[in-house]
């Protein structure tokens, strides 16, 4: 996938829709991270954390009993296999390294799901900044185990109490405390979303894990890539992890949003949290929330590179339901003996519903976390099920 | 050239008057009439808060004000037609985000800004780099819009500001969302100082002033100040317009009398 223009524009899509009070912040963020990813010296440091903290690489799974299910050759990038149990730590650990660099003490993030919030905490922890995370309160009361993670490991969690209290109301929150407190701390923002350069340097921090998978599925296809490869989007950023290492490559490329969040699918192009995208929003451009069973996709945009990609056509985002996303969680767990996270079970999902289609096919699936934070959740769902 | 709220602006300062500018938000109560009280108070002109779901610059108080109106049923439709009609007698400047502008259309919106009697236009979320559109519509439309500097702006970047800005300059006193502050301090002198040394434009300044003690002061270093949460919480808490037009003299005369 390409770099952005010199807007920070993917397209169409993107820019730096920030305050002015920000401006200085964002173009030291850009300049700050170009040189660092330029910098031998950084990217040995990244990989050495990566490798020896976060237990890079991850493994790839060929799921023999679910292909066998299917009639498709699944595999699974098993990013819930990463210390903290999701993709956010390749992130974290890097914008960690930058936060050190540009001489700041604090780390801010928001967390829809809890899992970048426990990677910011814990990235926090090991190198003893401050942190304080956003959370709606909202996804506090469901993922009350991730506040309490995040708690254990020294960050403040902060509830954001306005309009939908979920993962768009977290982002506003930190934005403000960005804005009071810029000179010493650094936003870690979690997707690939924002002013220009988070889309762009997210993606470029997430991209060991698609160039991993790359060479693991050519070591297991004899050389080939798979056909499809396929990631959950909500902000889009373990999918834009694994598209980059297939963008060049003939495999088609799908990311499937919450039917209840899907920007690309339901939206129109629009301007919020410093970029424009694709976001639902109502008649005056109000935004509008999202539902979904995962707070880690409750948002109702989605990243600026994501937009272009639609637009292009060279990636496509259809959505699933809640309750094809159950189903979907309950399969992997009964037939691999691997509990997803929801997120990445909204991915599961549409390979599952669409395995008729794509029968005798090979499809990876970038499996982004695990489902240990969303087990109670399911437990309560189940119940009431009877 | 110097456009007709600018020139407004500009006489009221040189004739030595210090400048006065509350905020509202727009579609909150009775806001036409409170707007009135303002303008008829001594204000010099008067922002108006068109609400937006995400408002990632305001602090609790313009939140709360925001998500009430829009509850309410507030739209910038709605804003446009309650100000048919209304003569406030003062320059008024939109003050929203700018995501309602681009759903609508950058050229249908500054239409609709003029039709309603706008003449000013702050987008707080569009830096210089991308008022491109915005103000290829604005402009033509005879819109003024004010462009924000803060603390940390460097001189680089204030001079860009400054030149692109129109009808007055936003300082941004202190680092931080809007809202009311105990104390402004030093950081509202040092940047009005600043602004003051590359700009004859009025230069006014915004965020956490509410007492006329802190308007004197926040004032006496630049052309004048805007005050919004302050009104706003009045507002929130049911102040009549009359009682509005009893703060809002308050400040004027606190800042007649230097």
């Known amino acids: 996938m390409g770099d952005p223009d010199a807007t920070g524009r993917f397209g169409r899509f993107g820019g730096r829709f920030v305050p002015e009070t920000l401006m200085p912040a964002c173009i030291e963020l850009d300049a700050a991270f170009r040189d660092a990813w330029a910098d031998p010296t950084f990217r040995a440091e990244l990989d050495a954390l990566l490798r020896d903290y976060a237990g890079r690489p991850s493994p790839l799974t060929e799921c023999h009993r679910l292909s066998e299910e299917l009639g498709v050759r699944v595999l699974l990038k098993r990013e819930d296999l990463n210390h903290t149990g999701s993709h956010k730590i390749n992130n974290v650990l890097g914008q960690a390294l930058l936060t050190k660099r540009m001489g700041k003490t604090r780390l801010l993030a928001e967390t829809g799901a809890g899992q970048h919030g426990v990677a910011t905490a814990t990235a926090a922890a090991l190198m003893g900044f401050d942190c304080v995370v956003y959370m709606g309160e909202v996804d506090m009361e469901r993922q009350k185990l991730n506040v309490f993670r995040m708690r254990l490991l020294g960050a403040e969690v902060r509830p954001a109490s306005s309009d939908s209290r979920t993962l768009k109301d977290a982002v506003n929150e930190a934005m403000r405390d960005w804005v009071a407190t810029v000179e010493t701390s650094h936003y870690c923002l979690g997707s690939v979303m924002g002013p220009h350069p988070y889309p762009w340097m997210v993606r470029e921090l997430h991209r060991v894990l698609g160039d991993e998978a790359r060479e693991q599925c050519r070591a297991l296809l004899g050389g080939a890539d798979p056909d499809v490869v396929v990631a959950c989007v909500g902000g889009g950023s373990n999918a834009a992890g694994i598209f980059s290492g297939f963008a060049d490559t003939s495999a088609e490329l799908v990311g499937v949003e919450p039917a209840g969040g899907a920007a690309v699918g339901g939206g129109v192009p629009g301007v919020v949290h410093g970029m424009t995208s694709f976001l639902k929003q109502d008649e005056w451009g109000q935004v509008e929330e999202a539902q979904s069973i995962s707070a880690g996709l409750d948002y109702p945009g989605v990243g600026p590179e994501h937009a272009h990609l639609a637009d292009i056509g060279r990636a496509r985002y259809p959505n699933v339901t809640d309750q094809e996303v159950v189903d979907a969680f309950r399969t992997l767990t009964r037939t691999e003996g691997i509990i997803p996270a929801l997120e990445p079970a909204h991915a599961l999902a549409w390979v599952i519903r669409e395995a008729p289609a794509l029968a005798g096919r090979t499809v990876l699936i970038n499996l982004s976390g695990r489902g240990d934070k969303d087990v109670a959740q399911i437990m309560d769902l189940l119940e009431g099920e009877g | ?258």
């Not at chain 2, 007709?4 to 009221?12: K, V």
């Not at chain 2, 569009?126 to 559109?133: M, R, S």
């Open chain 2, 1 to 258: 050239m110097a456009s007709t709220m600018e020139t407004h602006l500009r006489t009221a300062r040189d004739a030595g008057r210090k400048l006065l500018v509350p905020y509202l938000t727009g579609g909150l109560g009775p806001w036409t009439e409170h707007l009135r009280a303002m303008a008829d108070a001594g204000a010099d002109a008067v922002e108006v808060g068109i609400p937006f779901s995400d408002p990632a610059m305001d602090g609790p108080v313009i939140q709360a004000a925001s998500e009430q109106a829009l509850r309410g049923g507030t739209n910038p439709g709605s804003i446009f037609a309650d100000l048919r009609g209304v003569d406030a007698g003062v320059p008024l400047v939109a003050m929203t985000y700018y995501n309602l502008v681009f759903h609508m259309g950058d050229a249908r919106f500054a239409g609709e800004m003029v039709d309603a009697g706008f003449s000013g236009m702050i987008l707080p979320d569009v830096p210089p780099e991308e008022q491109g559109p915005w103000r290829a519509a604005a402009d033509p439309a005879g819109i003024d819009t004010v462009l924000l500097a803060g603390p940390i702006t460097p001189d680089d970047r204030l001079r860009v500001v400054c030149e692109q800005s129109r009808g007055y300059v936003y300082g941004v006193n202190l680092m931080g969302i809007t809202g009311e502050r105990s104390s402004v301090g030093e950081a509202s002198a040092v940047l009005a100082r600043r602004l003051k040394a590359v700009t004859d434009k009025p230069v006014l300044m915004g965020f956490g002033v509410s007492t006329p003690e802190q308007a004197v002061e926040v004032a006496a270093a630049a052309d004048g100040v805007i005050v919004g949460t302050a009104v706003v919480r009045r507002i929130l808490e049911g102040e009549s317009p009359e009682q509005l037009h009893a703060y809002i003299a308050s400040l004027r005369a606190a800042l007649d009398a230097g």
